[in-house]
């Protein structure tokens, strides 16, 4: 037994290690011992870019990058690889390396853009490798910053997100069905469909959102008021049909989903108040408020805002909680929660400080449900 704790710790080690790799090849913040945070961000006169990475356990394929090709352009791509573990790493990596050498010494062609031949290219090294079941779904764009004027090419990522300032509410559009890459061999995709590229314009005050599956299939379990899992037994449904928008009869659990994270970004951005609905929960009366009245509606607010009440989506307090059960808060979701969330004191009482790793913190006495996979978000504020 002892041999075997002694692997675990040790394998334990080489996946938080593996996480600090990763982090490597996504632009975030550093503190100052060098060490990569969860929030990377760039700004300037004609636009915002903010993104957010919390691994779930162990190394995955989640992967975003915005690179600035000229004082007009710049290049950026969201990647997320089937799977988790060493292989989809691995292929992170290496669309994280062709992405960054096609990009180097870049400058507009007369002949113009054309970020198809990337796709194409990402494609036809991945499906050589013959990574079995495994492929990446992603999404680049150049942008031209000053005009708005974009050119998106996607390989199996085909809905954009897009908080509309002329409509003041969220969107979303579809570009032309393309497979991700890795899947088949391009002669085959160019028979088809193929991967297109596409041209639009953002305007002043749109914000595009870039996510992984992460977030809309973060998922919570349904308990009772023992707190015991259960599942949806409404007495007015039959089986496996829709309940309340969220889930179906039968189900153990619900996702976050798209129309919550529509809700509060529109929320945000109109400095409201807004509610998480749990269905199922253990404490049916019970109102989750986050107030956003002093905030200004920048992307920053707004992701931090998504990943904040994603956090108190997947959390409940047991009365019956010990010292002994804990979590773990990025600090700046902390600091974050402090400001909006009107429950704060009530679930986080027990706070526990971490010297040996100062960009978390830690509560006692409280529970979460898992976080199954990476929560990995960019958003680009067009100004």
């Not at 085909?158 to 003041?168: A, D, G, I, P, W």
């Not at 429950?343 to 971490?354: A, D, K, P, T, V």
Request: hydrophobic share 35%; glycine share 8%; charged share 25%.
């Amino acid at each position: 037994m002892t041999q075997g704790l002694v692997k675990a710790a040790a394998a334990n080690k080489d996946l938080i290690v593996g996480k600090e790799v990763q982090k490597m090849f996504i632009p975030l913040e550093k503190d100052a011992a060098g060490k990569k945070g969860s929030t990377g961000f760039e700004t300037n006169d004609h636009i915002d870019f903010f993104g957010y990475y919390e691994g779930a356990k162990g190394v995955s394929g989640d992967y975003f990058d915005f690179i600035k090709l000229d004082n007009d352009h710049y290049a950026v791509i969201k990647c997320d690889v089937a799977g988790k573990g060493v292989p989809a790493a691995l292929i992170m990596v290496e669309v994280a390396t062709i992405f960054t050498d096609y990009f180097r010494g870049w400058s507009l062609e007369p002949g113009g853009i054309h970020i198809d031949q990337l796709v194409y290219k990402i494609n036809d090294t991945l499906e050589e490798r013959g990574f079995k079941g495994r492929f990446a779904a992603l999404i680049i764009i150049i942008l031209n910053i000053k005009t708005g004027v974009s050119y998106f090419c996607h390989a199996g990522d085909q809905l954009l997100h897009l908080f509309s300032s002329q409509k003041n509410k969220m969107t979303q559009s579809s570009l032309p069905e393309a497979p991700a890459t890795g899947m088949f061999d391009s002669e085959l995709i160019q028979m088809q469909s193929g991967y297109q590229q596409i041209k639009k314009i953002l305007q002043s005050g749109d914000i595009l959102f870039l996510f992984s599956d992460g977030f809309d299939e973060s998922k919570r379990m349904f308990r009772n008021e023992q707190f015991a899992l259960i599942s949806c037994n409404e007495p007015s449904l039959k089986d496996g049909e829709v309940h309340n928008g969220t889930h179906k009869k039968g189900d153990e659990s619900e996702e976050f989903g798209l129309h919550r994270m529509y809700s509060l970004i529109e929320t945000v951005k109109n400095r409201g108040t807004y509610i998480l609905k749990k269905e199922h929960t253990s404490l049916s009366d019970e109102e989750l408020a986050f107030d956003f009245s002093n905030q200004n509606g920048a992307v920053r607010d707004i992701i931090m805002a998504l990943v904040s009440v994603e956090k108190i989506y997947r959390i409940y307090k047991n009365p019956a909680a010990t010292a002994d059960e804990r979590i773990l808060v990025d600090q700046k979701v902390d600091e974050f929660l402090k400001r909006h969330f009107l429950q704060y004191g009530n679930y986080f009482s027990h706070r526990i400080e971490l010297p040996e790793n100062p960009g978390y913190v830690s509560f006692s006495h409280i529970n979460e449900d898992e976080q199954y996979d990476d929560l990995t978000i960019l958003g680009i504020a067009k100004k």
